[in-house]
């Protein structure tokens, strides 16, 4: 005998996977650093630089730009953790506003999996003094830590390190 008829909302049963998922569709290295510019536009950057480098023997790739920055948590400090926790429920969406605003899926700073092993995004709180976030490829865990001193620049910076073989030529 059938049972009676059900319904109910799709949910995600393992998180981290659909997470990987996600990261994984981000292959066009191209493409990836297109998303970290269009995050700094929407953050209404009037400069963003772009610098592909090697430090310490390693490349590495920074997007830098002098707009808003991450915005504040309660204590005045850039709200990572809210970056971290919101997969695919970007902030820029529920703008009543969104005149020259790009993003909108929350998963454009995934594409670093594309780009390289390493993702340390730094802003500065209320206090001009500097936090970053890094989080690593294949791995779910991030981790927000202060910059030593104080960051005189305005806006955000991201700093790709262990850049993978197909973003070393981009």
Not at 75 to 100: M, Q
Not at 101 to 108: A, K, L, M, Q, V
Not at 138 to 151: C, F
Request: glycine residues 12%; proline residues 4%.
């Amino acid at each position: 005998m059938p049972k009676a008829e059900q319904s109910g909302r799709l949910r995600i049963g393992d998180e981290w996977n659909a997470i990987s998922l996600l990261a994984r569709t981000q292959t066009n290295p191209l493409k990836a650093l297109a998303e970290l510019v269009e995050n700094s536009l929407d953050a209404r950057a009037g400069a963003v630089e772009i610098v592909r480098g090697r430090r310490a023997g390693r490349l590495f790739l920074s997007i830098g730009d002098d707009g808003e920055g991450v915005p504040s948590d309660a204590e005045g400090r850039p709200d990572f953790r809210r970056v971290a926790t919101h997969v695919c429920d970007s902030i820029k969406r529920h703008l009543e506003e969104r005149d020259g605003i790009h993003g909108e899926f929350g998963i454009g700073l995934l594409g670093f999996w594309s780009l390289g092993e390493e993702l340390r995004l730094a802003s500065r709180g209320l206090d001009s003094r500097g936090w970053e976030m890094v989080m690593k490829r294949n791995d779910p865990r991030y981790r927000v830590r202060p910059v030593k001193g104080r960051i005189t620049w305005q806006g955000t910076e991201v700093l790709i390190s262990g850049l993978l073989r197909a973003t070393s030529h981009v």
